[in-house]
T-cell receptor
Framework: DAKTTQPTSMDCAEGRAANLPCNHS???????VYWYRQIHSQGPQYIIH???NNETNEMASLIITEDRKSSTLILPHATLRDTAVYYC?????????FGQGTRLTINP | GAVVSQHPSRVICKSGTSVKIECRSL??????MFWYRQFPKQSLMLMAT?????????EQGVEKDKFLINHASLTLSTLTVTSAHPEDSSFYIC??????????????FGPGTRLTVL
């Protein structure tokens, strides 16, 4: 699986868009980009995934660069409940390997 | 939506005893389930992949005789921590992959089980 690099922590004001970057410069052609988040003391929650096109669902948008070496998860209107650790995972296999993720804090 | 449950949510046991944790997919069938462990302030670490009807595949460094995994049905996998010691105290989380989804790898996670070994 390709290695990912994410900032350790980020802050965002409530109501603003939260943009979480992820670098995955060694991604290979058959690997997807997945985003999960983990709210304190809970199991991770699936957010979104993509291969090469930008994706949007009810939770977030995923922007993948044309060379696929990086991506950005966008939470369009962050709320206090979006405070969590966000994990960017790149894999073409069944299993998910979690890195350290980004601790996102939404401030009132 | 797809729901995964774990039981118990918390367990405290004495050193040397064995503890069984159950992971159930409530509204879908899961050929494959995964077991993770998470220590405080650390990320999730994959322990093993559990396949229905066959032996689990353990990650490097995980003792298969200590962490017994059974996946006897399409909706239930169990993790038994044998002869538990204080260093086994951790947050154990399972996930399940919907058997019907073949095109991508969305996994549904349980709420976790906090194990404390005294």
């Amino acid at each position: 699986d390709a290695k990912t690099t994410q900032p350790t922590s980020m802050d965002c004001a409530e109501g603003r868009a939260a943009n979480l970057p992820c670098n995955h410069s060694t991604i290979s052609g058959n690997e997807y980009v997945y985003w999960y988040r983990q709210i304190h003391s809970q199991g991770p929650q699936y957010i979104i995934h993509g291969l090469k096109n930008n994706e949007t669902n009810e939770m977030a948008s995923l922007i993948i660069t044309e060379d696929r070496k990086s991506s950005t998860l966008i939470l369009p209107h962050a709320t206090l409940r979006d405070t969590a650790v966000y994990y960017c995972i790149v894999t073409g296999a069944q299993k998910l390997v979690f890195g350290q993720g980004t601790r996102l804090t939404i401030n009132p | 939506g797809a729901v995964v449950s774990q039981h118990p949510s918390r367990v405290i046991c004495k050193s040397g005893t064995s503890v069984k944790i159950e992971c159930r997919s409530l509204d879908f069938q899961a050929t494959t389930m995964f077991w993770y462990r998470q220590f405080p302030k650390q990320s999730l670490m994959l322990m093993a992949t559990s396949n229905e009807g066959s032996k689990a595949t353990y990650e490097q460094g995980v003792e298969k005789d200590k962490f017994l995994i059974n996946h006897a049905s399409l909706t239930l996998s169990t993790l038994t921590v044998t002869s538990a010691h204080p260093e086994d105290s951790s947050f154990y989380i399972c996930s399940a992959r919907d058997s019907d989804w073949k095109s991508y790898n969305e996994q549904f996670f349980g709420p976790g089980t906090r194990l404390t070994v005294l």
